[in-house]
């Protein structure tokens, strides 16, 4: 009976001593966007969707002369040979759908392989400013691309994205200057690393 008085009269005291609970909140995808990687993440992203892009153009240039020629000459050809290029035109139109998916999947997976690296770099850095300062929990401020915020309303002495550049050695009043008119923790895709269509910034991993 002693030792459980004791206990629940020492408890207040404990959580007293430790102070009240302190959030802090940051946007991963503004961080991002002022990584040196982000350039060149942009550039290699860029690079792979043109060259899809122009091969599928090709692909789709191929199929309309092809249909073209077969419209041309269809009245004069026997049944076997319209019925061979009639399965040559879906083959090729099966073709052109498959690459399309195959190449964006191709270009999610460059996106999340590029950009998970430096995402995992700036949750250390959310970590070390967490333990560095006190804050027992971090928020994302931003939800991503079409979706609600995260955080509605928050001051803006528990923004913490300034700490979390300057502890990657990114300084903030440039980042800032370089993003205007966008807010320092607010939502910026200016120099942000593009997403592929369904894609969205990589989700930090505990390691």
Known sequence: MSAQAQAQTTTPATTAAAGPLKLGYTNIDYVLSQTPEAKDIQNQLTIQR???ENELKR????LEDKYGAYEKGAAQMSDVIKKDRETELQGLQARIQEFGRTAEQSLQTKYQQ???PVV?????AIDAVAKDNGY?????????????????????E?????LVLKKMG????????AAKPAATGG??????PAAPATGSAATPKKN
Not at 144 to 154: H, K, R, Y
Not at 158 to 162: A, D, K, P, R
Not at 187 to 192: E, F, G, H, I
């Open 158 to 162: 528990n923004n913490i994205t300034e």
């Open 50 to 52: 043109t060259q899809s």
């Open 170 to 177: 990114i300084d903030p009043a440039k980042a800032a200057a």
């Open 187 to 192: 939502s910026n895709t200016a120099t942000k």
């Open 114 to 116: 590029l950009v998970n």
């Open 136 to 156: 027992q929990y971090v928020f994302n401020l931003d939800a991503g691309a079409n979706t609600i915020p995260i955080l509605l309303v928050a001051p803006e």
């Open 120 to 124: 995992q770099k700036i949750q250390k």
């Open 59 to 62: 692909m789709q240039k191929e």
